[in-house]
C-alpha cells in the first residue's frame, strides 16, 4: 500500500491550502487516516485525524482553522488548512491505518506517505 500526498507549497500568512493524500494498492479496508507534520527544529506532531465513520480530532493548535475529510470510495484523506501562520511552517505525512492483502494473507498494517512541505511566509 502507498499513501501519495499532494498539495504543499508555499503561501504568505493567512492564505490556504489543501492537502490530498490517497492510499492505493491492495488495500483490504482503511481504519483512521491522519496528518502529522514536522516543524523545522521541532518533532513530529499529530495534527488531525479521522475514521472511517468521519469522526474527527485536532491539535489544538489548529481547531478552527484545519478541517480534516476524507472520501472513502478514493481512499483519500484531505486538510484544507485556512488562516495559515508561520508557525504552521512543516513538512506534512499522512498516515492510514488499516488491513492490506499480501499472498493470500489479510494483514494490519500502519503506512506513511512521503511528506509535503507547507511554507508560510510573514
Known amino acids: 500500500v502507498q499513501l501519495q500526498a499532494s498539495g504543499g507549497g508555499l503561501v504568505q500568512a493567512g492564505g490556504s491550502l489543501r492537502l490530498s493524500c490517497a492510499a492505493s494498492?491492495?488495500?483490504?479496508?482503511?481504519?483512521?487516516m491522519s496528518w502529522y507534520r514536522h516543524p523545522p527544529g521541532n518533532q513530529r506532531e499529530l495534527v488531525a485525524a479521522?475514521?472511517?465513520?468521519?469522526?474527527?480530532n485536532y491539535a489544538d493548535s489548529v481547531k478552527g482553522r484545519f478541517t480534516i475529510s476524507r472520501d472513502n470510495t478514493k481512499n483519500t484523506v484531505y486538510l484544507q488548512m485556512s488562516s495559515l501562520k508561520p508557525d504552521d511552517t512543516a513538512v506534512y505525512y499522512c498516515?492510514?491505518?488499516?488491513?492490506?492483502?499480501?499472498?493470500?494473507?489479510?494483514?494490519?498494517?500502519?503506512?506513511w506517505g512521503q511528506g509535503t512541505l507547507v511554507t508560510v511566509s510573514s
Open positions: 498516515n492510514a491505518d488499516g488491513r492490506s492483502s499480501e499472498g493470500g494473507s489479510i494483514y494490519y498494517m500502519n503506512w
Open positions: 494498492g491492495s488495500i483490504v479496508s482503511i481504519n483512521t
Open positions: 479521522i475514521t472511517s465513520l468521519g469522526y474527527s
